[in-house]
Nanobody
Framework: QVQLVESGGGLVQAGGSLRLSCAAS????????MGWYRQAPGKQRDLVAT???????NYADSVKGRFTISRDNAKNTVYLQMNSLKPEDTAVYYC????????????????WGQGTQVTVSS
């Protein structure tokens, strides 16, 4: 049973920093990409950042220059360093594993974490 467990959310003042972590546990053969999405109240879930197994990254325009995604393949863990936080960054942040394979002959599938709340006060 694969699980994604997030940590690191919380309350911070505008201009502050937080670091989110997401560890994938269970039987894992490979993960094509990992990433972070966020969902504010009443809004759709949006991409924040993704990183592939060879460390190619992609960021939403709204977080470029402020957020940094990184990954430890050996630990199946992805991190999101968030600096210069703004009130509009307030949301539930979800970890996502894209193309996770538990065995070399089994099909890939996607997994989501349970979400962690990030609140930025002005």
């Amino acid at each position: 049973q694969v699980q994604l467990v997030e940590s690191g959310g919380g309350l911070v003042q505008a201009g502050g920093s937080l670091r989110l972590s997401c560890a994938a546990s269970g039987t894992i053969f490979s993960i094509r990409a990992m990433g972070w999405y966020r969902q504010a109240p009443g809004k759709q879930r949006d991409l924040v950042a993704t990183i592939t197994s060879d460390s190619s990254t992609n960021y939403a325009d709204s977080v470029k220059g402020r957020f940094t995604i990184s990954r430890d393949n050996a630990k199946n863990t992805v991190y999101l360093q968030m600096n210069s936080l703004k009130p509009e960054d307030t949301a539930v942040y979800y970890c996502h594993a894209d193309g996770l394979r538990t065995h070399p002959v089994l099909r890939e599938r996607d997994y989501w974490g349970q979400g962690t709340q990030v609140t930025v006060s002005s």
